[in-house]
């Protein structure tokens, strides 16, 4: 699963992992600690990487070791859909002004913070700037192209729930080689 920052990865991902009871992992989490042991934002970790590769490939390296894995497993990552091919891929879509009012009013997003409206929309533009550009350079890949996608969903005005069981009935079609939505807009 991969989208917008703001989008609602962490919170579909946790309320897929508890409805499948599958192991689940983040590479946000792990860019969020690395920056966090250089003493960095995640958006200077973002603006590092694009000088440091290290940094992609000790996260994307963790990615990649999941390929050989029996396990169901739901991933929220930028380039999970890249290095696991035959993973259901996930795009969740959301505009950045919205994103930015949810990361505003979000307490718990204690990892992230900003001072107002304006530099948390500018702050989560740049990340994302970074991060296109950046996997473009290396990979040679679109983040946001929607081709390289099982399944978009706009997660403007819906909720988790609503999220997560759009996502499970689509993979159950999916199995079953029955059509389903690619581009869900609540």
Request: cysteine-free; aromatic content about 10%.
């Amino acid at each position: 699963m991969t989208g917008d920052i703001g989008s609602g990865k962490s919170r579909v991902s946790a309320y897929l992992r508890d409805k499948l009871n599958f192991k689940s992992y983040s590479t946000g989490d792990l860019q969020r600690h690395i920056a966090k042991q250089k003493n960095l934002t995640t958006l200077e970790l973002n603006h590092l990487s694009e000088k440091d590769e290290s940094i992609d490939h000790e996260i994307d390296g963790f990615t990649k070791s999941l390929r050989d894995t029996k396990e169901d497993l739901i991933i929220d990552s930028r380039l999970a859909w890249h290095f696991l091919p035959t993973s259901f891929k996930i795009y969740l879509f959301l505009e950045p002004v919205v994103a930015a009012e949810r990361i505003l009013r979000d307490k718990n997003r204690l990892k992230e913070s900003y001072a107002n409206f304006e530099e948390t929309l500018k702050a989560i533009q740049a990340r994302q700037k970074s991060e296109i550009n950046r996997f473009k350079k290396m990979y040679h890949v679109k983040l946001n192209d929607w081709n390289n996608y099982d399944l978009i969903i706009n997660t403007k005005k819906a909720s988790v729930r609503e999220v997560g069981n759009q996502i499970l009935t689509s993979i159950e079609l999916k199995k079953n080689n029955q059509k389903f939505p690619k581009k869900i807009f609540f």
